[in-house]
């Protein structure tokens, strides 16, 4: 890597804590409470979530302090997942009387609201325990209680303990194990942070090369060039997108930035002169911020993937209005869930949502991994496209364990793997395009298969040999849905000129073009794409270019290793194939 911006000034998720300030009194106080609590509900404690150990790479240092102050967040039950879910697939369905009649804010809120009764039960519970819950979020459906780790423990049945990892400076405070009071089973879906325990190295770029003498734009994606660089211009080609600017400005594209990922103007005014010189040159991003969240513009403040981020979606979607959301805090899955309800409380939400970031499932748990996909699933009924990038370690997720090349359990990379996101793989080469060795794929161990994909994966899973080594989960939703180009993008970091690859520059480059087929369908009066799936595997499935090469098996790991290998129709390293621009948007305006 280089000299960017990779490391972050790190505040663990228990730097929320302070030093115990409890009085001699209040500890009284708090004991006598505690023992109450306890003899009232020792005996009825039900299981939440449980895990062996924690992930590998995790290193226990002892028990977290007892008077130490964690914050928790409570997510409490909406009252209506299940109708949310059926109304979606409803509206996302082509055919359906509804289709893309999308939600609005409030239409959404009245599902996803906590019930009366779940509400009078979590109060009942924090007053009895001397918690004061904030509420969090829009929608009524987070709250956060602050309470010290030896109360956490009791009221929770859990044993918080210190972990370091070498992605986190300092400790991070989590539990193996989480249980509710059955007063509250049924009415929480998950307490966090407890057992989700996530790496905060979840950006999807697995490497930089520099390059020297490459400065000038790429005239076309040239095939018999063995560096093979991909520029919008070569996008534009390949896949037949438009270069004429959009026009609608009630549309926008969002890019997400997680961990200090700073997206910087002057490179990607720089990228737009070198690459795209028919563009205004000051076109640029609105800035959006959440959880504290900033975008210093200093020399050496570029994250490599927000760069990529917002230059690809700028570079692609052409004229699109480009918001860029940077959310602060280090801990993934809260600023996962953050992202969903920041976007819940703004009544015109962008259009489109493109994140290149992720973790390995199993790292989240179910719990969590749940809630969040829930939150995508409301906002793709509010009509976003919700984007991810599948993951740039082929079969084998995140994981960073020595056995990483011959590990056959493979492991799924979470959000890339929730039903309710578009999961973006990545290809290389043009004549024909291959799927790269390490295009994030596989099968959900939390979700099962979603009716929109199960036939279209039932054909796929014919194709793995009787005996296949690979140990993967055959019931659940599989993923990527759609793949592009993902190698040797040409793009501007701290001034220079460089060549990258990952999902990372996938999923914005899907991004952008689903951004420009809502511009045109804004324009025709007709609704925008809003959730994707249902149409995608369809009526669009056959405005792809189906990817029929290639074998995940990972960057690093030698080709022989097990991995799957892409097949005629959808595959789980490149989903239904690469777009075809004019067929995408003759099915989108059908
Ligand atoms: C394509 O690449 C080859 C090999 O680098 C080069 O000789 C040729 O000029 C390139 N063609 C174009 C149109 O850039
Ligand atoms: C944001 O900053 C304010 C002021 O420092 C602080 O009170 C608040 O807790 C911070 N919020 C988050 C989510 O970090
Ligand atoms: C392979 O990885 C899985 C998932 O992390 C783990 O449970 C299993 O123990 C590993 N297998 C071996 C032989 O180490
Ligand atoms: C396989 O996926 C299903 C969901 O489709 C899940 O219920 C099940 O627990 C998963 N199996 C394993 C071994 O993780
Ligand atoms: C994986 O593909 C990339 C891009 O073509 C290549 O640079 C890398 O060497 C490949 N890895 C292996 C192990 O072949």
Known sequence: MSGLKTKNAFQPASSQSSPDSVTPMSFSRLV????????????????????????PGFVRVGAAPASEMITLRVGLTSNNVAGLQDQLISIATPGSSNFRQWLSMDDVKAYAQPSAATVSAFNAFASANGLTPTAISPNGDWVSISLSVSKANTLFAAEFEQFTHPSINGLVTRTLSVSLPSELVGHVDVIHPTTAFVTSDVRLVPGMRRVTGRDGPAASCNSSDPSGVVTPTCLQELYGIPTTP??????????????????QQ?????????????????????????????????????????????????????????????????????????????????????????????????????????????????????????????????????????????NNTFMPVFPAACPFVTSVGSTQGFAPEKAINFTGGGFSNVFPSPDYQKAAVAGFLETIPSGFPGTFNKTGRGYPDVSTQGWNFQMVAEGEVILEGGTSASSPTFAGIIALINDRLITAQKPVLGFLNPFLYSKASSAFTDVTIGHNSGFECPASSVAFDAAVGWDALTGLGTPKFSDLLAAALD
């Open 32 to 55: 006598t409470l505690l023992s109450v609590v306890v003899a009232a509900s020792a005996a009825s404690m039900v299981l939440h979530e449980r895990r062996a150990a924690a992930p």
């Open 266 to 406: 002057a490179d990607l005014s720089q990228f737009l002169s070198l690459l795209r010189p028919d563009i205004s040159p000051p076109t640029t991003f609105k800035l959006l911020t959440t959880d504290n969240g900033t975008n210093p513009q200093g020399q050496f403040d570029a994250g490599l993937e927000a760069n990529l981020d917002t230059q690809y979606t700028a570079g692609i979607a052409t004229n699109v209005p480009l918001e860029f959301l940077s959310v602060g805090g280090f801990d993934f899955p809260t600023a996962l869930f953050d992202t969903t309800t920041f976007l819940d409380g703004v009544p015109n939400p962008p259009t489109v949502m493109t994140t290149s970031y992720g973790d390995t499932e199993s790292n989240f748990g179910a719990s969590v991994a749940t809630k969040i996909c829930n939150g995508y699933m409301a906002l793709g009924a509010r009509g976003i496209s919700v984007i991810f990038a599948s993951g740039d370690g082929g079969v084998r997720g995140n994981h960073d364990s020595p056995d990483v090349c011959t």
């Open 246 to 263: 959009a026009t609608e400005t009630s549309n926008a594209l969002l890019a997400t930035g997680y961990e200090d990922q700073w997206a």
